[in-house]
């Protein structure tokens, strides 16, 4: 009759690695029971997420903070202004046209007498209300058929790609002559909307570049064979996986919607008076530039600061979330 097998641990003991073979699997267990993995794992030696590694990364990196910050900042003077003012912006004197800082009065006065610190910390509330509202316009106009057109393809890809190709055509700031000139309100709607009809080609080429290179990867593949649903598919296995690149440009536009912003109110299409704008103080002041140069250099350093801090911000993200650069 056949000798009974040994039991597992015995067959080990006795094999040709003797003590080493032991110390190895003594190893191996502990590295388990480490509440912290080596490096690219979490606890319990699970593997990072591509999300929780890059906040990793930008919580490090202080091009990032030093953004956010800033960002955070503009986020709150555009809600609560009054926090650091507490003037009327459109409470003007034309007897102090034009003069230079005074006590509580520290920017100065522009040409109509209008304190222009209260000016620069109320037009922050127009720049930042056209970036974020222009961006998650875009964004979801743009990732919405871009991402559909990638994963379907066929005859509805076609015609999308030749509709961005005829939109990519469209000089942006002759198009904002053209269609803000005939728009009368004041309000920042019809710039928003602007900016959301001429800026969604450029994400919806991203998302669909992203979800055709998603679609093509094994867990997609699988889950296909296994029957899932085209739905599924898309929210529980494309979409996170294809995002990344959709936020790394939006971030970065989101800037130069800002910038577009005070171009247009600059050319006198964007905003009108009496709404309060970096873009249409800096169009009055351009005149005075000689005689008054605090009336542009306040205004004209707030946008600037305000368009650098997204651009910071999103070369952050894109960094942090690239896997090309890790």
């Not at 999300?51 to 202080?62: C, K, T, V």
């Not at 459109?90 to 304190?115: N, R, T």
């Not at 970036?131 to 890809?157: E, H, P, R, W, Y």
Request: aromatic share 8%; proline share 7%; with cysteine.
């Amino acid at each position: 009759m056949p000798e009974p097998q040994q039991p597992f641990d015995e067959a080990i003991s006795g094999a040709g690695a003797g003590g080493a073979m032991d110390l190895a699997v003594d190893e191996g267990t502990s590295l388990e029971k480490t509440p912290g993995g080596p490096e690219g794992t979490g606890p319990a030696g699970k593997p990072r997420s591509l999300w929780s590694d890059a906040w990793r990364d930008l919580r490090r990196n202080p091009v990032f903070i030093i953004s956010g910050l800033i960002i955070l900042f503009l986020v709150i003077i555009s809600i609560w202004p009054s926090l650091i003012t507490d003037q009327d912006p459109l409470d003007c004197d034309l007897s102090k046209a034009q003069e230079g800082s005074q006590p509580g009065h520290p920017f100065g006065f522009d040409g109509q007498g209008c304190d222009v610190y209260t000016r620069t910390v109320y037009g922050a509330r127009t720049s930042v209300t056209v970036g974020v509202c222009s961006t998650i316009g875009v964004s979801l106009l743009g990732g919405v058929l871009g991402g559909l057109a990638g994963f379907f393809g066929g005859k509805g890809d076609a015609v999308l790609s030749r509709i961005t190709d005829v939109f990519f055509g469209i000089p942006v700031v002759l198009g904002g002559l053209v269609f803000l000139s005939v728009v009368t309100s004041s309000t920042v709607w019809p710039v928003i909307g602007f900016i959301v009809l001429l800026g969604w080609p450029q994400i919806a080429r991203i998302a669909r570049g992203s979800v055709i290179t998603a679609k093509q990867n094994d867990y997609v593949q699988a889950a296909r064979a296994l029957g899932a649903s085209n739905s599924r598919m898309l929210l529980r296995h494309i979409t996170p996986n294809a995002i990344a690149p959709v936020i790394v440009v939006a971030t970065i536009a989101l800037g130069t919607y800002i910038s577009l912003e005070a171009t247009l109110s600059y050319l006198g299409v964007g905003l009108k008076p009496p709404a309060v704008s970096w873009g249409i103080d800096i169009s009055a002041a351009s005149q005075y530039i000689r005689n008054a140069p605090h009336m542009l250099l306040w205004p004209a350093g707030a946008l600037a600061i305000t368009v650098l801090a997204f651009i910071m911000l999103g070369d952050a993200v894109r960094d942090a979330l690239d896997p090309k650069l890790r």
